[in-house]
């Protein structure tokens, strides 16, 4: 697999959801940002390591190297993104960013805006990957809110 620099873009196609979590900001950040965490609401992960700033994400009984990001947390930590440097199970996903905006709501709680960044219809991922994310993304609300 062969790292590649994540795109910054402003693409409008990109895959976004957007929800409201009856949690604090931080469950949310921890959630996405805590490599324990992020298996409890996403996939099975069988472990993870770290080599420098990269992640390297395992799943499967073999335990083959499924991804490597680059998980990138604000300084303000209400923004998290993956910059996903190679997937093996997805390749339309080497060079493209998901990220995580959590911002506390009036009403309490927080709302968390999603946007997987290069993410778009011409991929040939799109689809599957969209239904992926409308399933997981709640997820990261129920966990959120269950660990608050």
């Given at each position: ?133 409308d399933h997981f993304v709640p997820c990261i609300a129920h966990h959120a809110e269950v660990s608050a």
């Amino acid at each position: 697999m062969t790292a590649v620099t994540p795109p910054r873009t402003t693409g409008s196609n990109d895959y976004r959801k957007q929800l409201h979590v009856d949690a604090p900001v931080s469950a949310v950040v921890d959630a996405v940002s805590d490599l324990t965490r992020i298996a409890t609401w996403w996939t099975p992960v069988t472990r993870t390591e770290r080599d420098g700033d990269a992640v390297r994400i395992f799943m499967g009984d073999g335990a083959p190297l499924a991804m490597q990001v680059r998980v990138d947390v604000e300084a303000d930590a209400s923004t998290v993104t993956w910059f996903v440097q190679s997937c093996g199970m997805a390749q339309d996903w080497a060079g493209t960013a998901p990220s995580f905006v959590v911002r506390p709501a009036a009403g309490g709680g927080c709302d968390l805006d999603f946007r997987h960044v290069g993410l778009e219809p011409a991929l040939e991922c799109f689809e599957q990957c969209r239904a992926g994310w409308d399933h997981f993304v709640p997820c990261i609300a129920h966990h959120a809110e269950v660990s608050a």
